[in-house]
């Protein structure tokens, strides 16, 4: 007798624990399922180099439901800037962060207590030390080290003398552009190649009039550059003395500008990071933060294609250069 | 088949050992269990009915409306190409066919065509089938290093001169343009009859589509948000369009587009990458592309999730309230039965006096009345042993006592020496002889059956004695009807009421005393009266003769009328025994009425046994 009751009262409960369930996720049907806000912080947001990224991105916003605000900047100046851009968007209400570090230094303490409230997600460039954060980047050490292989490649055929390379180098303080330009400067080390001039820096306005300056004093038979902007910097250099340069340029590139003179002969070789992928794994990434799912992986790398004239408009290639949205 | 049957057994073990354990189950719990189980098979029987005929309904619905989504797609898709068609045939035949193009521009046409259809047109231009362009607009300078032979568009026009081609979505890269944009498109291109110095030759028109007109179609059929989605394919099963075409590029994704190029149109089942999906597919006239719409198994899921989950509740409190109905509706049923159950148990556990639960349902109630009916009979029963052991206890003392009984002993022996001392030895021997036979048959071997005849005898006896101890001072008679001598009887009755009638009748009557033992039969009845004319008793004390209890008189035997009384009823039933009827100074007669039972073995085994007369 007692067993049976034992039973009956069992068996209600476990009744009432299945419908309250039951019950409970029914209303959360009806409710609208939660959507997150994430902010992207990047540099010079309007540049045409963020379009795939930006595709990847708004993919990756409609596959899992979030909100997605791109912040409009121009190009960072300095780590203050971006903090205080950051700052407010969090005030803002943004429940996470995909960033673009600045610089890649002394953010540590930093990062870490923004990551405590707001999950963050860094893209580009990691942090300095690496693997502490969430990151989504290209191999960067493998695209110096493949610019370098360009480079090498045509030393080849200086036979009497050493070919002379100019380097944009863009923003050292972030650790993308660091990686690059050492693994570059590795892979031609004891090659038949100089380093004529390097030009760093976190801005493109002078970088004309400073290789301009370079060139008169050490001509460069071609020009690195290890970033879209450097890339199409140097672009701009050679467009206002003609366009009758040939493969004088090597470099990091994903805009259309730096597309077309790779059309046009003046880029040999262009290195393509495959940013539509990154923008899509930056909010997957972010998502799995903020569901407390598994994250699939910490730090992802996306891949890069190597782009020359001939290839550019192959299958392949066309459709990680060049953006859908029009 | 063998190996089902052992499982089943199994399951029947377990469940009987562990779920039902009928040994111990009550009613209630039996009643409750099996309503329960019932009403829940049948829930769920029907729960699952319904709901596979809604998934199935559902799902139905779904496709069918996937498939109206399709047409619907198609059709604008057509209407779309059909356009791009109209606009290569209004140039071709309308600006190019039939003008010599040395002599006329066609450019101009071209351009308003283009103009009119800005939108929709990134280019139109014309070559020669050597690659060289003619004309184009709106741009017409084109790159120098393209080998126009080379491209898919141009080689397959002149391949195929009778049908107009469409590309698949590529960059647009013919003609330079210093603003750097780069813009997908689509081209359409058919072989084509130029003149030039007024020499025909086959050239290639190149109308070159905007692939967002193809994007905008398709990306409007993908709005919704249930997991469902359209993507176009051309006949080699390349994707043309997919709403996740990046992502599979980069391998992120995945799609089953080369299986569903082989597809006839309708609707398939397949399975990819795990899941079950249900594709409907349409081919596109002309063009040999194919729409093809994919309903995940998780699509249709996510539809009926909230009826799942409605389901659920539903079921989940039906089935408690179903148990709590059943629980009140057996406790009300078996209530009843419980405390018949429990009035029984009381009356087990020895209260001879239980109170008896009488009520519930029908059934019950007469249960419970037919059970205290029988609690009150056997409590009578057992009564009545107990008083019949008891008189027989007492009435055995007595009989035993009335056999030794000093005083009527003593007497008859002295009156036994008087005669002896008195050489009246014939009267002594008489004397002896008349003891003898009376204590004869009292014993009567210890029976208490014994036959009239037996009895009467021993009343004759016990009188024979008394009249001559009494010097003949009364008259006694007897006259007993043959056909009764061979009945039952209790034994010892006649001579206690004999020893009432000397003692309290007809003593100190001075010879005038009468005595008359009547024994006769009514129907099924016997009646013994012994008749006294001596000074009689009051109604009332003669009735509580038979109430009372009288102790033994000392003069007597030591029988009582009382005795004679409850013996007789105690054998033969309560409408059975003595009735008096006895008016002062006029006499008294003691009847005593007996069952009209044949004297014999069985019979006496019977009675001795305390069989009831019925």
Aim: charged share 25%; aromatic share 10%.
């Amino acid at each position: 007798m007692k067993a049976d009751k034992i039973f009956i009262i069992l068996l209600i409960f476990i009744l009432a624990v299945i419908g309250g369930t039951a019950a409970w996720q029914l209303m959360n049907i009806s409710a609208s399922g939660e959507t997150y806000n994430v902010t992207v912080v990047v540099s010079d947001s309007s540049s045409a180099r963020w379009a795939n990224f930006k595709e990847g991105l708004s993919q990756g916003a409609q596959d899992y439901g979030i909100m997605l605000n791109m912040v409009t900047t121009t190009d960072f100046t300095g780590m203050k800037q971006e903090r205080s851009l950051i700052s407010k968007e969090i005030e803002n209400g943004a429940d996470a962060l995909i960033i673009q570090l600045f610089s890649s230094y002394n953010q540590s303490e930093y990062l870490d207590n923004l990551n405590v409230d707001t999950p963050l997600v860094l893209i580009e460039s990691d942090s300095n030390p690496e693997d502490v954060f969430s990151s989504i980047t290209p191999d960067n050490e493998a695209i110096g080290k493949e610019l370098g292989s360009l480079i090498v490649k045509k030393a080849d055929s200086y036979e009497e003398r050493k070919l002379k390379v100019g380097v944009l180098a863009g923003n050292q303080e972030e650790l993308a552009m660091y990686q690059r330009l050492s693994s570059f400067r590795d892979t031609i080390k004891n090659k038949n190649v100089d380093i004529a001039w390097q030009i760093s820096g976190y801005t493109d306005d002078d970088i004309e009039m400073q290789m301009n300056n370079y060139q008169k004093q050490n001509h460069a038979d071609c020009v690195v550059a290890l970033g879209n902007d450097q890339l199409e910097s140097g672009i701009d250099y050679y467009v206002s003395y003609g366009s009758q340069f040939k493969d004088v340029l090597y470099g990091v590139g994903a805009s259309e500008k730096t597309v077309y003179y790779l059309e046009n002969g003046m880029i040999n070789s262009l290195i393509v990071p495959d940013e539509y992928t990154c923008g899509y794994f930056a909010v997957k990434t972010v998502y799995e933060k903020l569901t407390h799912a598994q994250e699939t992986a910490k730090n992802k790398q996306i891949g890069y294609r190597v782009v020359d004239r001939a290839s550019v408009f192959s299958e392949a290639d066309e459709m990680m250069i060049f953006p859908r949205t029009q | 088949m063998k190996r089902l049957k052992n499982i089943r057994k199994k399951l029947i073990l377990y469940i009987r050992r562990h779920v039902y354990k009928s040994e111990n189950r009550t009613i209630q719990m039996t009643i409750s269990l099996t309503f329960t189980v019932i009403a829940i098979s049948m829930i769920f029987a029907l729960f699952l009915t319904l709901y596979q005929l809604f998934v199935h309904r559902d799902q139905n619905t779904r496709i069918t409306s996937a498939e109206q989504m399709l047409d619907q797609t198609a059709l604008n898709l057509e209407d779309y190409l059909r356009n791009m068609r109209r606009i290569s045939d209004a140039i071709y035949y309308s600006a190019i066919k039939d003008k010599d193009m040395s002599e006329n521009s066609v450019t101009e046409d071209m351009d308003l065509l283009y103009e009119a259809n800005i939108d929709s047109l990134l280019s139109i231009a014309t070559f020669t089938k050597d690659g060289e362009l003619l004309n184009a607009v709106p741009n017409s300078t084109a790159k120098d290093y393209l080998d126009i032979q080379k491209q898919e568009w141009f080689s397959l026009a002149l391949k195929e001169v009778e049908n107009l081609h469409f590309s698949r979505p590529h960059i647009e890269n013919l003609f330079d343009d210093p603003a750097y944009r780069y813009k997908w498109t689509i081209s359409l291109s058919r072989a084509i009859e130029i003149t030039r110095n007024k020499t025909p030759e086959v050239g290639v028109l190149l109308v070159d589509m905007n692939y967002s007109g193809v994007e905008e179609i398709l990306a409007k059929a993908n709005m919704g948000n249930t997991g469902e989605y359209i993507y176009l394919i051309d006949g080699n099963g390349n994707i043309i369009y997919h709403p996740r075409q990046r992502l599979i590029s980069s391998g992120i994704a995945e799609e089953n587009n080369a299986e569903a190029a082989t597809y006839f149109d309708g609707v398939h089942e397949e399975k990819f990458n795990g899941e079950k999906r249900v594709v409907v597919s349409k081919s596109i006239s002309y063009t040999g592309w194919k729409l093809v719409n994919v309903i995940p198994d998780s699509s249709f899921r996510l539809g009926i999730r909230g009826i799942q989950l409605y389901a659920i509740l539903t079921v989940s409190v039906g089935i408690a309230a179903i148990i709590l109905l059943n629980l009140f509706l057996s406790y009300v049923i078996a209530r009843p039965i419980k405390r018949l159950n429990d009035s029984v148990k009381e009356w087990e556990s020895g209260n001879m006096n239980p109170k008896i639960y009488v009520g519930g349902t029908i059934e019950v109630e007469h249960l419970g009345r037919t059970l205290s009916r029988t609690v009150r009979q056997i409590r009578q029963l057992m009564d009545r042993i107990v008083i019949e052991q008891e008189e027989k206890r007492k009435s055995e003392l007595d009989a035993l006592q009335s056999q030794i009984n000093p005083h009527f002993l003593y007497n008859t022996l002295e009156s036994i020496i008087w005669m002896i001392e008195g050489e009246r030895y014939k009267e002594a021997v008489y004397m002896v002889s008349e003891l003898s036979s009376l204590f004869r048959i009292s014993l009567s071997k210890g029976k208490t059956i014994i036959s009239i005849e037996d009895e009467v005898k021993h009343a004759r006896n016990y009188m024979n004695i008394q009249k001559i101890r009494y010097k003949n001072s009364f008259t006694v008679d007897f006259d007993i009807q043959e056909e009764i001598l061979k009945c039952c009887t209790v034994k010892l009755i006649i001579q206690p009421l004999l020893e009432n009638a000397i003692y309290y009748g007809v003593e100190g009557m001075d010879g005038e005393g009468e005595i008359y033992v009547k024994g006769y039969r009514k129907e099924d009845d016997i009646y013994i009266d012994v008749i006294d004319n001596g000074i009689g008793i009051p109604q009332e004390s003669a009735q509580l003769l038979l109430t009372e209890d009288n102790h033994v008189h000392k003069h007597g035997s030591g029988v009582g009328i009382i005795n004679v009384h409850n013996r007789i009823k105690l054998r033969f039933g309560e409408q059975y025994g003595l009735e008096i009827e006895s008016e002062p100074d006029e006499g008294s007669t003691f009847r005593i009425h007996l069952p009209y039972i044949p004297f014999d073995a069985e019979n006496q085994e019977f009675y001795e046994k305390g069989g009831r007369h019925r």
